[in-house]
């Protein structure tokens, strides 16, 4: 169906789950990105007098020492400056002023983007699961008649009617087995109730994908 153009529930999964990883590994990267960052901005500060590169101390103050690297390259008007600027002003507004409180801002910003993924990850399997089961019983639900006078048959009469029926005798028997294994010897088939599960797994979804955003943003 996809390659005719025509999108499936399958397919907008796919690509929505696609996105997700996208997304994912993006801030992965720019987490890294900013914890070398901040392995690297005290190598900025060189010695007075001196041809070396000095290591910023964990409790300097970091605004200060970018305000200075602002007043150096106030002149140059370059993508350093704006780089200065932009994180002069992020520290500032998120009141972090040491290399030590940015490091553990990072760290606690990671340690929530794995836990959301993680619950994001058992939220999607959840819903695939519900989802399989909704499927799968409205199926068995669908052929159980016809697969129950194939049986009442007589035998040289069912082969006639297998011919005739083959994908419903198969979509019920493959059905009855994936609901055996699922369900055990429960005959229970609790289709509202599994529908309702997977809309409120659907929203908590969009939520924990919400909060994804947001770290996104955090991390930008």
Same mark, same amino acid.
Request: proline letters at 0%; glycine letters at 2%; aromatic letters at 6%.
């Given at each position: 169906?996809?390659?005719?153009?025509?999108?499936?529930? !399958?397919?907008?999964?796919?690509?929505?789950?696609?996105?997700?990883?996208?997304?994912?590994?993006?801030? #992965?990267?720019?987490?890294?990105?900013?914890?070398?960052?901040?392995?690297?901005?005290?190598?900025?500060?060189?010695?007075?007098?001196?041809?070396?590169?000095?290591?910023?101390?964990?409790?300097?103050?970091?605004? #200060?020492?970018?305000?200075?690297?602002?007043?150096?390259?106030?002149?140059?008007? *370059?993508?350093?400056?704006?780089? +200065?600027?932009? #994180?002069?002003?992020?520290?500032?507004?998120? *009141?972090?002023?040491?290399?030590?409180?940015?490091?553990?801002?990072?760290?606690?910003?990671?340690?929530?983007? +794995?836990?959301?993924?993680?619950?994001?990850?058992?939220?999607?399997?959840?819903?695939?699961?519900?989802?399989?089961?909704?499927?799968?019983?409205?199926? +068995?639900?669908? $052929?159980?008649?016809? $697969?129950?006078?194939?049986?009442?048959?007589?035998?040289?009469?069912?082969?006639?009617? +297998?011919?005739?029926?083959?994908?419903?005798?198969?979509?019920?028997? =493959?059905?009855?087995?994936?609901?055996?294994?699922?369900?055990?010897?429960?005959?229970?088939?609790?289709?509202?109730?599994?529908?309702?599960?997977?809309? *409120?797994? !659907?929203?908590? !979804? !969009? =939520?924990? $994908?919400?909060?994804?955003?947001?770290?996104?943003?955090?991390?930008?």
């Amino acid at each position: 169906m996809e390659k005719k153009g025509i999108a499936t529930d !399958k397919g907008n999964i796919n690509r929505e789950i696609k996105h997700q990883n996208m997304i994912l590994r993006e801030i #992965s990267r720019r987490i890294k990105a900013l914890l070398n960052w901040i392995r690297g901005i005290g190598k900025e500060e060189k010695v007075e007098n001196e041809n070396i590169k000095s290591t910023l101390p964990t409790k300097e103050n970091l605004l #200060s020492v970018l305000e200075n690297l602002i007043r150096k390259n106030a002149d140059k008007n *370059n993508a350093d400056l704006e780089k +200065y600027i932009e #994180s002069y002003q992020l520290l500032k507004e998120k *009141n972090i002023t040491s290399i030590n409180q940015l490091k553990e801002s990072i760290t606690d910003l990671r340690d929530k983007n +794995y836990k959301t993924t993680r619950a994001l990850k058992d939220t999607e399997k959840k819903i695939d699961d519900r989802t399989q089961l909704v499927d799968q019983s409205e199926k +068995y639900l669908k $052929y159980k008649d016809i $697969y129950k006078a194939y049986t009442k048959l007589k035998k040289r009469e069912q082969e006639d009617f +297998y011919n005739e029926h083959t994908a419903e005798l198969i979509l019920f028997e =493959s059905a009855k087995k994936y609901l055996k294994e699922q369900l055990g010897e429960s005959k229970t088939l609790a289709i509202s109730k599994w529908k309702s599960e997977v809309a *409120n797994l !659907k929203k908590e !979804k !969009k =939520s924990l $994908y919400n909060q994804i955003l947001e770290i996104r943003e955090e991390v930008e």
